[in-house]
């Protein structure tokens, strides 16, 4: 079965990099999850993905903190995730470049679309960092943004739960998995899919997001070619 997208914006939360650690990175982890991509990549697949942080920090860990300030740290933890990523997919003869929403031209690129959607067409992984540059701003609106302006056939939203629910599976053994939810149900619901911002620039740029597992990275591989795996988020609520 060949690729069903042609483009995809990848969201990889922080904690999935974490593997069993829970805090900082996993090398294995990281290997096995870029192994994947990869495999996606070769199939002719452009390839986006934002990065979360919460690894290392969240902007709302500092309770104590300006937020502002907070956030910006967050989005330095989101850098050195995308550093990681990018070695370890260089280390599998992946070409990666890094982009991020505050410049720091010493470690990556500052965002520039044109740029990345150059970089796309030229076969390379793009990895965004920072987030939306802008604090109040989740990595989720990041990937919805990015996979807006670079127009990404799907966001593949990549979490800890391998579909989305009527609640917390594993705290409810009789939780109701869902196939395929429109964007109201998730805004109206508040399914905890990704923030209202995010899933309101969704909606309103009919961009579908695939929620699905990362237990094992080659979902990501699955959900490029189509198969009928996680919850399908479209304007229409179906799959069809």
Sequence with gaps: MGAKYKKI??????????????????????ATISQSIK???????????????GNFWRGRSGQNMDRTRADHMGMLATTINALALCSALENCGVDTRVQTG?????IAE?????RAIRHLQKGRV????CGTGRPFMSTDTAAALRAVEIEADIILLAKKVDAVYDSDPHLNPNAKKFDALSFNDILGKELGVMDSTAAS???????PILVFGLDDPHNIVRAVKGERIGTLVTKSGTRD
């Design 9 to 30: 914006l990848l969201k990889i939360s922080g904690e999935a990099l974490a593997g069993d650690k829970k805090f900082g990175l996993d090398e294995e982890t990281l």
């Design 201 to 207: 620039m969704c909606r309103d740029n009919n961009m």
């Design 110 to 114: 500052p965002y520039i679309r044109g």
């Design 126 to 129: 793009v990895i965004f960092g």
């Design 39 to 53: 495999e996606v990549a070769d199939m002719g697949v452009e390839i986006s993905i934002v990065v979360g942080g």
């Design 102 to 106: 505050i410049e720091m031209r010493e």
